[in-house]
């Protein structure tokens, strides 16, 4: 298994950015695709980012695209997830989340989970 504690988030005005961090422990990092999911109130999870287990592929929603950037660290068993040009809408609990399988976009996929930050970002 693996477990995964984010850190960073915050609060913001919109148009800021705020750097989202995920420290994973346990099994090889390098064997888990990394996404962020998000959350607002009253809404389902949504997928945010994903990054492949190289790294060298990213893909993020529709919503996000040229705002926010996901990478990560396998010698440092971190992911991150880099928001910019923050939007009110962007406001929710952060959860970084791995998955052993490539599906990027599902998140029945993921089966590990940290506790989530939170992003505000206030007009």
């Known amino acids: 298994q693996v477990q995964l504690v984010e850190s960073g988030g915050g609060l913001v005005q919109a148009g800021g950015s705020l750097r989202l961090s995920c420290a994973a422990s346990?099994?090889?990092?390098?064997?888990?695709?990394m996404a962020w999911f998000r959350q607002a109130p009253g809404k389902e999870r949504e997928f945010v980012a994903g990054?492949?287990?190289?790294?060298?592929?990213?893909f993020y929603t529709d919503s996000v695209k040229g705002r926010f950037t996901i990478s990560r660290d396998n010698a440092k068993n971190t992911a991150s997830l880099q928001t910019n040009s923050l939007k009110p809408e962007d406001t929710a609990v952060y959860y970084c989340?791995?998955?052993?399988?490539?599906?990027?976009?599902?998140?029945?996929?993921?089966?590990?989970w940290g506790p989530g930050r939170q992003v505000t970002v206030s007009s």
């Open positions: 346990g099994r090889t990092f390098s064997g888990y695709t």
């Open positions: 990054i492949s287990r190289s790294g060298t592929t990213a």
């Open positions: 989340a791995a998955t052993s399988g490539t599906s990027y976009f599902n998140r029945n996929a993921y089966n590990y």
